[in-house]
């Protein structure tokens, strides 16, 4: 069994070489199957997910291989990939750990060390980001407040005209009504008056007549 794993992963590895990586996927899970202990066959395994735009499958592979490797620099590769692929979906903590840990097992990694670097630079970029975000959010409903009270007072002082302006045509039709009063009576003087005038032609005339 032993030797069989061991085959299974030299021919996962040939299949790996010319990017034949779904045929090395299945040689990889043949050597565990017959040795899972094999941390070679784990950490391949892994890499053939990765090259299938797996990264999420390949993870725990990773991780299992970080576990079981003894060779530190094994393990160091490990844990670098477990840093990239927590670095590729912006995780930059469990990244950072991941390649803190690579470079104990390998602290002449210089790729890891730039990548730690690297990763370190774009969470504190991420965290300004977010605070930024926080605050442009407590302002977004900070100037929605004014607005909702704005529009509150608008509403009121829209309220208030309109009343107004509905009480406005009542006083205007007493006034008119007391104009027509004051006309009313006015014209019905005047006609009083005629008719006071007319009487008193009436009578001179008849005076004058009688007088004759």
Known sequence: ?????????????????VQQHAKSEVNYQKAIAANPSNA???????????????DTAALPYYNQAAKMEKNKRRRAQSYHNIGVIY??????GEAIE????????????????????????????????????????????????NKDNKDKDQN???????????QQPKAQ??????????????????????????AKRKAQSRRHQKNW
């Open 40 to 54: 070679q066959a784990v950490y391949n395994l892994g890499n053939a997910k990765l090259a299938q735009q797996n």
């Open 173 to 198: 039709m007493s006034k008119e009504n007391a104009e027509q009063l004051l006309n009313a009576a006015t014209q019905q003087e005047r006609q009083t008056q005629q008719r006071l005038n007319q």
């Open 98 to 145: 991941a390649y803190k840990e690579a470079l104990r097992c390998n602290p002449n990694d210089d790729e890891t060390r730039y990548n730690l670097a690297l990763c370190k630079k774009q969470q504190k970029q991420q965290n300004q980001q977010q605070k930024q975000n926080q605050n442009q959010n407590k302002n977004d409903q900070k100037n929605q407040q």
């Open 1 to 17: 069994m032993a030797q069989n794993d061991r085959l299974q992963v030299r021919k996962g590895n040939r299949a790996f070489r």
């Open 156 to 166: 009121k002082k829209d309220q208030q005209q309109n009343q107004q302006q509905q």
């Open 87 to 92: 670095q590729s979906h912006q995780q930059y």
